[in-house]
Antibody, heavy 120, light 110 residues
Framework: EVQLVESGGGLVQPGRSLRLSCAASGFTFDDYAMHWVRQAPGKGLEWVSGISWNSGSIGYADSVKGRFTISRDNAKNSLFLQMNSLRTEDTALYYC?????????????WGQGTLVTVSS | QSALTQPASVSGSPGQSITISCTGTSSDVGSYNLVSWYQQHPGKAPKVMIYEGSKRPSGVSNRFSGSKSGNTASLTISGLQAEDEADYYCCSYAGISLYVFGTGTKVTVL
């Protein structure tokens, strides 16, 4: 069974940093692109960042570019999101998702998410 | 990277058909046949219902179908059922490793 488990969320003050992790199992991790998608409380989905299977292609939403860094460790079947200079508007449930299909254009499955709260 | 535009809410009676639109631009929806649709029930992670515009993953009911015309993609749910009540989001590839989601639509079964 394909499984994605996020961790690393919590309460952090504005301007500080946090590192999220996503542990993958049940599939050949280094065959697939991976993504982070977030959802602010009561709001819609927002794509945050994606990384190709070999880390050769990376993309970021404008809202996080320059502050967040996505990375992966294929040997450990893990995906990461380093979040620096956090803002209150970064408060959200952060999901990791496996990219599937042509240009990894659809996301399946998704983890259950890890909650990040940015507040003083 | 502006969010794709979806109606905030759509409703229908059991057995009816409803259609949710997803309007983007020539840089995303209009340029690629790579729109996916996700269903999200309260407190749950999203689930893919349609990918690459009109394809259904294994296990998804054939009551769900997708299409595209120009810069607008659409999701149609036929034979509406109570279990279809959820939030729905479209997502499009936008080039150079970029993706954009829609604003989301709440579907209510009357």
């Amino acid at each position: 069974e394909v499984q994605l488990v996020e961790s690393g969320g919590g309460l952090v003050q504005p301007g500080r940093s946090l590192r999220l992790s996503c542990a993958a199992s049940g599939f050949t991790f280094d065959d697939y692109a991976m993504h982070w998608v977030r959802q602010a409380p009561g709001k819609g989905l927002e794509w945050v960042s994606g990384i190709s299977w070999n880390s050769g292609s990376i993309g970021y939403a404008d809202s996080v570019k320059g502050r967040f860094t996505i990375s992966r460790d294929n040997a450990k079947n893990s995906l990461f999101l380093q979040m620096n200079s956090l803002r209150t508007e970064d408060t959200a449930l952060y999901y990791c998702a496996k990219g599937t299909g042509y240009r990894s254009s659809w996301f399946d499955p998704w983890g259950q998410g890890t909650l990040v709260t940015v507040s003083s | 990277q502006s969010a794709l535009t979806q109606p905030a809410s759509v409703s229908g009676s059991p057995g009816q058909s409803i259609t949710i639109s997803c309007t983007g631009t020539s840089s995303d929806v209009g340029s690629y046949n790579l729109v996916s649709w996700y269903q999200q029930h309260p407190g749950k992670a999203p689930k893919v219902m349609i990918y690459e515009g009109s394809k259904r993953p294994s296990g998804v009911s054939n009551r769900f179908s997708g299409s595209k015309s120009g810069n607008t993609a659409s999701l149609t749910i036929s034979g509406l059922q109570a279990e279809d009540e959820a939030d729905y989001y479209c997502c499009s590839y936008a080039g150079i490793s970029l993706y954009v989601f829609g604003t989301g639509t709440k579907v209510t079964v009357l």
